[in-house]
């Protein structure tokens, strides 16, 4: 176990990152110099900060924001807090939310940011001080048309509450659309919570319909039971799918006539674990993803799909919730035996898109109803998944390529129609 570990670990997101840009960039020609200012982070910021914590003693943390791409709009990206997080890997996925937001169309640049610390041993007082201090300290890159949060791994909205609330107290007025992701009563949006897993079941529907693949007759494995793989497990449940797996950090459970979705999160809940859910059959977060079903939707870390396992997936269709979960050498093999991976820059695109939704209502002091964002996400996230698919054929490529040409012309053509200043 300790040697599979240290092995995925070796695999630097940033590379992965770095590798499909060069593959897209030389299939759509982009001349050198575009490459380069298309490859390059825009902004990289490493802070260093003191945080009181409950015993009295002080604690020094870093923290990272990278603003990859801003030609489009306003640079958006999450906020993780991990005792893993890297510099690299901050910045593959600031790139990767820049062909994000260009594959659904809307108007943000690509960010991310991150604390190194364990949220597991701090109190909420001391996750409280921190997450103060980290928006104090990164606070000049922030503001509604420059730079807009949002929660990830480990955060959610009441951090994004806390940093909303540091950033307004620094202007001296409230500023609701500096974040997404936010509870209802601060300005959040309706159907945020669900969005990103929501997402994960529209493409994966219509992928299922295109390959003529009914969801009421099909088996789902779902690595990752946080905020995305626990609600798109009852999504997918809801259209007819059968949840055959689920997994959270301390491992997975599998019964291959279907798990009770509900029953699982409420057991989830009330034991921080799905070890021990009546009728399932425990197996690692490895086992996992090759249990045998027909569609695979890893939820949870990037590099869980790699050479060592690929050989082994059973799945048809691959839908990657997470960011980065496939490495390319993986994805070549999986071609190769003919499994169809949705993207992470596709197929997780739903959070991204509400949270668009989310400052659009903050900007104006209007906000939407449930069903209207819902029917707006849809409507964008099919039209995406259309425009992926055509493109892919259009090139004679599989479906990351199709959305990453897709999404660097968008990206190149704004950086070309601007142009370079001075």
């Known amino acids: 176990m300790a040697i599979q570990i240290e092995r995925i670990e070796e695999i630097n997101p940033y590379d992965t990152a770095m590798e499909q840009f060069d593959e897209a960039a030389e299939r759509l020609g982009l001349s050198q110099a575009t ?4 490859r390059t982070p825009k902004r990289e910021l490493t802070v260093n900060f003191p945080v009181r914590m409950d015993n009295g003693d002080l604690k020094m943390f870093k923290g990272y924001r990278v603003q990859h791409n801003v030609t489009r709009g306003p640079a958006k990206g999450g906020i993780r807090f991990s005792p893993n997080i890297s510099l690299d890997e901050v910045r593959a996925l600031a790139m990767w939310m820049t062909w ?3 594959v659904v169309d809307i108007p943000f640049g690509g960010a991310k940011g991150g604390i ?29 048309q420059s730079d807009i949060p949002a929660p990830d791994m480990n955060t959610n909205p009441q951090v994004m509450a ?27 949006s309706q159907g945020r919570l ?60 599998y019964n291959p006539n279907g798990i009770d979705v509900q029953m699982a999160q409420i057991y989830y809940r009330a034991h921080g674990s799905l070890a021990g859910i009546h009728g399932t059959e425990k197996v690692t977060n490895e086992e996992l993803l090759e249990l045998p079903c027909d569609v695979l939707v ?23 919730a997470a960011n980065g979960p496939t490495t390319p050498e993986a994805e ?11 993207p992470d820059i596709l197929a997780n695109a739903g959070g991204v898109t509400v949270s668009y939704f989310e400052w659009v209502q903050d900007l104006q002091h209007f906000f939407w109803s449930e069903e209207e964002i819902n029917t707006r996400l849809e409507s964008v996230m099919q039209k995406a998944y259309r425009a992926v698919c055509e493109k892919a054929q259009e090139q004679e490529t599989n479906l990351r390529m199709g959305a990453y040409l897709l999404a660097l012309a968008r990206v190149s053509e704004a950086t070309e129609i601007r142009g370079t200043y001075p």
């Open 35 to 38: 490459r380069e200012l298309l």
């Open 100 to 102: 994000k937001c260009a």
């Open 116 to 144: 190194i610390c364990d949220p597991c041993t701090m109190s909420t007082t001391e996750l409280e001080r921190m997450t103060r201090r980290y928006t104090n300290e990164i606070s000049m890159l922030l503001g509604p």
């Open 162 to 188: 806390w940093m909303m609330d540091a950033y307004s107290t620094l202007q001296g007025h409230s500023v609701p659309a500096v974040v997404t992701g936010k509870p209802l009563s601060i300005g959040g």
């Open 194 to 253: 669900e969005a990103t897993a929501r997402g994960v079941q529209v493409v994966t529907r219509e992928t299922l319909l295109d390959l003529g693949m009914q969801p009421e007759h099909c088996s789902v494995v779902i690595q990752g039971f946080g905020n995305v793989g626990s609600i798109t497990a009852k999504l997918l449940s809801e259209i007819g799918c059968t949840i055959v797996g689920l997994s959270d950090i301390e491992g997975g459970i």
């Open 298 to 320: 890893p939820a949870a870390l990037e590099n869980q799909l790699t050479v060592r396992n690929a050989g082994r997936i059973k799945a048809r269709l691959i839908v990657e």
């Open 332 to 342: 070549q093999i999986l071609n190769e035996r003919g499994i169809l991976v949705v």
